[in-house]
């Protein structure tokens, strides 16, 4: 099965190089989010960039963001490390390319090379899917939002960004996260960049239980020096985060929004065990009984449970992996072959798709 994601010249998020770059090298140059890198590490997929163009579906972006016209000039045309503006003031992006150094026409693509195109928003026009009715055509919005049972523009599949373990059974909307990524993925990328220490130590703070950025403070949190391990805070720089993530014991969210679950996939897929409420996260679906907390208390009740019990840590973590496994590949994987299969059987998308539940998996909390 063969695979392309593609984003628009003028998308503020994810890689910007060509095709054939090595995911470790297309976490670096993300603008500001990890997003679906396990298309890579998984499934060998091919990646473009094409060409903002003029044709009415592939302005869709705007109904939820709207950026100014000079961000949208500056993303086509200057690197990404010297855009300024919104929220590009306070990232840090490795990146000193631009997306005018990799992208192409969308006609200059052979589509047809592909059984699946997952487009971040409306990439590629109406005109040019329906030039290739045997690939399967996908697209996500950016911004995640309700769409309903419709999918429009022409596509065949809407991926809605959700994590519930519902499996797709034909043309439809599909639920499908941001962030998709394996059990190990960026494990495996952040021994890349750093050594993991066997006996990893330290509390790292979830960026949402603090408003500010950058995050310079997570005091609901400071607590965790008590009990011997050190506070670790979200680092703008993806890398330098990444290893903070990657060679902490713990990720914890404790206050403050209500997330969709993509960091919590990050810090799993980096072998790092997850503590957090989960009624807090759209993705709760993914956390064992054993993970959850509710307030300080617990957190020192686990964290002290934990490290008295060695095993105990290891064989909650692989529980979280084998999640991670479930709910963030294998029912969005199966998902978009069943609509594969579907449309390839002459099948339409249809008003609703989803049904069946990832397998082997105790729903404990949704």
Not at 172 to 185: E, K, Q, R
Not at 240 to 269: C, D, H, M, P, W
Request: with cysteine; glycine share 10%.
């Amino acid at each position: 099965m063969k695979i392309a994601l593609v984003k628009q010249d003028i998308y503020q998020d994810l890689y910007v190089c060509g095709s054939g770059t090595a995911p470790e090298a297309m976490l670096e140059s993300t603008i500001m989010r990890i997003g679906p890198l396990g298309l890579f590490t998984l499934f060998g997929s091919d990646f473009f960039i094409v060409k903002m163009r003029g044709e009415r579906e592939c302005g869709a972006y705007r109904r939820n963001y709207s950026p100014p016209r000079e961000v949208l000039r500056q993303l086509r045309t200057r690197p990404i490390k010297e855009i300024t503006g919104e929220v590009f003031d306070y990232l840090e992006p490795r990146s000193t390319l631009s997306h005018a150094d990799f992208s192409v026409e969308a006609e200059s693509v052979d589509w047809g090379r592909y059984d699946i195109v997952i487009s971040i928003n409306v990439s590629v026009p109406t005109s040019i899917v329906r030039s290739y009715p045997k690939t399967l055509w996908c697209y996500m919005m950016g911004e995640a939002v309700g769409g309903g049972p419709f999918v429009e523009y022409g596509y065949d599949a809407r991926l809605s960004q959700d994590i519930t373990g519902n499996v797709a059974g034909g043309l439809g909307p599909v639920d499908f996260p941001y962030t998709f990524l394996g059990p190990s993925c960026l494990e495996g990328i952040a021994r890349s960049f750093c050594a993991i220490p066997s006996e990893k130590r330290g509390v790292y703070a979830e960026i949402n239980s603090t408003l500010e950025r950058p995050v310079v403070r997570a005091p609901q949190l400071e607590f965790v020096g008590k009990l011997g391990h050190e506070l670790v805070l979200h680092h703008q720089d993806i890398v330098t985060n990444l290893q903070r993530v990657a060679t902490s014991k713990y990720f914890v969210k404790l206050g403050g929004r209500k997330i969709r679950g993509n960091s919590i996939i990050e810090a799993i897929s980096a072998g790092t065990l997850v503590l957090m409420d989960p009624k807090d996260a759209m993705g709760g679906l993914l956390l064992p009984k054993d993970a959850w907390i509710h307030g300080q208390a617990d957190i020192e009740a686990r964290i002290t449970e934990f490290d008295r019990d060695p095993d105990r840590y290891r064989a909650l973590l692989e529980e979280e992996r084998r999640r991670v496994s479930n709910f963030v590949v294998d029912a969005p994987m199966e998902g978009l072959l069943n609509c594969l299969d579907h449309k390839r059987r002459g099948g339409r998308p249809a008003r609703s798709s989803l049904v069946g539940i990832a397998r082997n998996i105790k729903r404990d909390y949704f």
